[in-house]
């Protein structure tokens, strides 16, 4: 048995108080709920256990899961369903794109399951829904937190090319922990992804977990390779349980540490670092499309490292 292994046997640690979160429900709330229910739509705000869900939902806005619900992976962390996939719905661009006009979204967060049954990944669904979104809502900006795609840069090409404003995709650990949590993501592959995003004209973002076993160097350093492939934007969040069929959480991180990783992370480049303990990478994302003409103008435009 691996030091690794070892800690899933670990007695499950008390969440401390900084994590106990409010759970508004407004109006808002109610309105994204039922949109979501109607359309069927898949969100990862349900199906990843999000902490934020009813703060997001409560301004409106929601992560959209493509593809389906169920992913060809099984990543130690992921709440998401794992299996074989059914066929695709070739429905689904135009039906996410109008639930996002009846949302009334400025901003979309769109993210999917891996699809490794597919020749493409899904390549050519997640172009279409990003199409569809801009026909029907030529103001909103969209964030497309993708996979990996095995590294195929064609693939990540397509996404790229049909348009969105920010294309994120997710390191989720430092290199040490990435063969222990990430089930066939490598830790290099995602690195190239975010390489070939980063050369595009799009805003480049990914996100890590902490509280995995990760150490304060292996973060640092984790943040050097992030920027040496262009990436702008980082998302740095405690990693949660979603039960205890998954890892464990090894630690729970003070938030003062969050905030010298904000800080570390600023001084070597980014462009915006959100690190705080209930941080998750599409949290309060509209915000990292604030380097984008359109949202500089938005109404409640705050400088985001503020
Ligand atoms: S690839 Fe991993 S993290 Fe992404 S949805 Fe599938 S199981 Fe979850």
């Not at 640690?13 to 949109?35: F, N, T």
């Not at 190239?192 to 902490?210: E, P, W, Y």
Request: proline share 5%.
């Amino acid at each position: 048995m691996t030091d690794m292994e070892d800690s899933r046997t670990q007695t499950i640690l008390r969440k401390p108080e900084w994590l106990k979160i409010k759970v508004p429900k407004g109006k808002q709330y109610i309105s994204v709920r039922d949109i979501v229910k109607e359309h069927k739509l898949h969100t990862i705000c349900t199906s990843g256990h999000c902490p934020n869900l009813h703060e997001c939902w409560g301004r409106g806005t929601a992560t959209l899961m493509i593809l389906g619900d169920i992913c060809t992976r099984s990543c130690g962390f992921c709440n998401v369903k794992t299996g074989r996939p059914p066929g695709l719905d070739q429905k689904e661009p135009e039906r996410v794109a109008e639930s996002v006009k009846l949302m009334n979204l400025k901003h979309c967060v769109i993210t999917s399951v891996d699809r490794d049954d597919l020749d493409d990944g899904g390549a050519d669904i997640w172009a279409r829904t990003v199409k569809e979104i801009k026909t029907l809502n030529p103001h909103t900006t969209i964030e497309t937190l993708i996979p990996d795609f095995d590294g195929r840069e064609e693939l990540i090409n397509r996404v790229i090319e049909s348009g969105p404003e920010v294309v994120s995709h997710n390191l989720e650990t430092v290199r040490r922990i990435t063969p222990w949590a990430r089930s066939r993501a490598k830790y290099e592959t995602s690195l190239k992804v975010l390489d070939i995003i980063s050369r595009s004209d799009t805003v480049s973002k990914s996100g890590i977990m902490v509280g995995l076993g990760e150490t304060r160097e292996e973060v640092i350093e984790t943040m050097d390779d992030l920027r040496k492939v262009g990436v702008e934007v980082m998302t740095i969040g405690q990693y949660l349980q979603p039960s205890r069929k998954h890892l464990p959480v090894i630690e729970f991180i003070a938030p003062e540490q969050f905030s010298e990783y904000k800080s570390i992370g600023l001084d070597k480049g980014f462009r915006f670092v959100e690190s705080s303990p209930l941080v998750r990478s599409s949290y309060r994302a509209e915000k990292h499309v604030i380097p984008i003409v359109v949202y500089n103008a938005a109404e409640n435009y705050k400088p985001y490292n503020e």
